[in-house]
């Protein structure tokens, strides 16, 4: 189960005429805190958690504030303080050194669930989209954005004739591209998959990438034709790709085609010689067409197992999407 917003809000969606719901989420952090403005959770009068507001120090307090919202109706924010002995946060051990303010709010038909079935409807979409809501949780705003491989971006807390208002943009979890379904290429899927990524898979060879080795993937595109995957790539907003055929024409044919679309992290395996060999196969001068190219691919952790290589390179296109430095300085 992913705690990113796209999937809990997927949760949440079927169920959210059948229950009482309340919205916990933070709109202020001082200091260290485990999660940062923006962060959300949500309860039900069934029991339904979904999400996490802290690493699990503070939920058994917030659920309690959540289930009084759910009796009264009226809103309620919260600060939990880690160096202040007399707050629940210190008493409770929670060490991180922060402050965290979140508020607790009702979702219902009254406030139209403060929008957030739009949100939902978008990230399922495969499209990015800001979110605004006032502390008190009385309006909720979702708009699309149209920008190709928005980034996260910090949430903003401002004041809006005497309002508190949060607005956080959303974007839907990396769409990797394997292109190589060897053994391993499993590790690399299921690896994206416990981040919450949706993962395409591709594979010209009959032999390989066979649905019963890869449960996990989202999209595997069975048909041998490389227009086949142009037409995919399209359509589904890949963000990112790993080349790891393990063979010289499919790797270069892939990265033609990938150089087509401006991807924001392509990683190809192999020695550093390799790429301008495959370089020069696909016809391609230069690597301007994506925003970071890694061959050799991923970080260099000191590993050479399937396991350490899928580790390394699901690593480094998180740190490109949260535009952290990708390579060791």
């Given at each position: 189960m992913s705690n990113h917003v796209n999937h809990?809000?997927?949760?949440?969606?079927p169920l959210k005429d059948k229950h009482k719901w309340v919205l916990g989420f933070i709109f202020k952090t001082q200091g260290s805190c485990y999660r940062k403005a923006g962060a959300m959770m949500l309860f039900s009068d069934a029991g339904h958690q979904f999400g996490i507001l802290s690493g699990g120090c503070l939920e058994s307090d917030?659920?309690?504030?959540?289930?009084?919202?759910?009796?009264?109706?009226?809103?309620?924010?919260?600060?939990?303080?880690?160096?202040?002995?007399?707050?629940i946060a210190f008493k409770l051990g929670v060490g991180c050194g922060g402050v965290v303010h979140l508020s607790l709010v009702s979702l219902n038909q009254a406030n139209q669930f403060l929008e957030l079935d739009n949100v939902s409807r978008l990230l399922s979409q495969?499209?990015?989209?800001?979110?605004?809501?006032?502390?008190?949780?009385?309006?909720?705003?979702?708009?699309?954005?149209d920008t190709v491989n928005v980034r996260p971006q910090k949430a903003k807390l401002e004041q809006r004739e005497g309002?508190?208002?949060?607005?956080?943009?959303?974007?839907?979890?990396?769409?990797?591209?394997?292109?190589?379904?060897?053994?391993?290429?499993?590790?690399?899927?299921?690896?994206?998959?416990?981040?919450?990524?949706?993962?395409?898979?591709?594979?010209?060879?009959?032999?390989?990438?066979?649905?019963?080795?890869?449960?996990?993937?989202?999209?595997?595109?069975?048909d041998t034709d490389i227009e086949a995957l142009n037409i995919h790539i399209a359509q589904h907003g890949i963000h990112a790709a790993v080349l790891?055929?393990?063979?010289?024409?499919?790797?270069?044919?892939?990265?033609?085609?990938?150089?087509?679309?401006?991807?924001?992290?392509?990683?190809?395996?192999?020695?550093?010689?390799?790429?301008?060999?495959?370089?020069?196969?696909?016809?391609?001068?230069?690597?301007s067409f994506c925003d970071h190219f890694a061959s050799p691919a991923g970080f260099d952790i000191g590993g050479d197992l399937p396991e350490h290589i899928a580790l390394s390179v699901i690593a480094q296109c998180h740190a490109v999407f949260y535009k952290k430095p990708a390579r060791k300085k």
């Open positions: 809990l809000l997927s949760q949440w969606l917030i659920v309690k504030k959540a289930h009084r919202v759910m009796d009264d109706g009226k809103s309620r924010t919260a600060v939990y303080d880690d160096e202040d002995e007399e707050d495969g499209i990015a989209c800001t979110w605004e809501c006032d502390i008190a949780g009385k309006q909720g705003k979702c708009a699309s954005l309002t508190q208002t949060l607005t956080v943009t959303h974007v839907p979890p990396i769409h990797l591209l394997v292109i190589g379904g060897g053994y391993d290429a499993t590790f690399m899927t299921q690896m994206a998959k416990a981040q919450g990524w949706t993962v395409t898979l591709w594979d010209p060879r009959p032999a390989q990438a066979r649905l019963e080795h890869f449960p996990e993937v989202n999209f595997l595109v069975e790891m055929s393990h063979h010289r024409d499919i790797d270069a044919r892939s990265l033609k085609l990938l150089s087509r679309h401006k991807l924001m992290y392509i990683a190809m395996l192999g020695p550093l010689h390799r790429k301008q060999e495959i370089m020069t196969l696909a016809g391609l001068s230069d690597t």
